[in-house]
């Protein structure tokens, strides 16, 4: 080991910046994007859910036989709006009501069965809208078979217009989060940077061109914002994997594809924004006068 001179600290070499915080920063901010961003896309899966358990009741004329219900059964399934059809016979209306009700229907009926057999369907999400509503019911009313449709309009009323008030909320949830990654690691990437700006100046003092000097930030950028995106992603997929073994009443495997579109925008937004604000960076250290520097 070489002696060092008598008063003197021992030099030691600088080290380069190692841009960890930055991309440790940057991962927590796309955290936050993707999360929102399955807030979101979990609403919308809630939502068809939701709309899809609406359901219609189709009453059947009482003179109808077992084949000529399993006909219009048939010619029901083929409407483009039904996404599953349940048949509740006359019995079984017949207990519903006393459940629902706590009466015994054969004490004031005797042995006469009033209710009439019915088939219950299940919409696309698409259909569940007032006007809908009201089309799809005049539409299975005109059928010979059935004697009359309840369609439950107003629950569904009530219902678009809570989703609707959700969906902004959301929407401008979802903005505002946008805006704060984007200038969060805006802010980052600056930071980082600024260790760097008298190694920029110099190397724009000796001769370098500005594409000579930018193209190293800009992959180092782009390398943090990919690793970055990286280890946002795979913490985001095991949040996903947990939410779908805690909430398994909620269909997520639906909105794989999806989700997997999230996920590669979450990864694309880190590079994106990072490549961005270090030559927004680059660019203002070489634009600057040398004392501004200080």
Known sequence: MADTPIGKAPVRKRRNPTYLNAIMMITLVLILVGVTGMIVLNAQVFTRSLKESIRISVYLRDDLNEVEQLQVRKKIETEPFVRSTSFIGKEDAKTIYERRFGEDASEILGDYNPFPASYELGLEAGWVRPDSMQAIAERLEAYREVRNVKAHQDVVSRLNASLRTIGIVAGVLGLLVALIAVTLIDKTIRLA???NRFLIRSMQLVGATRRFIVAPYLRRGMLNGLIAGILAVAVLIGLLVALEQMVSSIPIQEEYLSFA??????????????????????????????????
């Open 193 to 195: 940077m600024y260790s």
């Open 261 to 294: 579109a999230l996920f590669g925008v979450v990864l694309l937004l880190g590079m994106a924004i990072s490549v961005w604000s270090t030559q927004r960076s680059v660019s203002k250290y070489l634009s600057m006068r040398l004392d501004d520097l200080y």
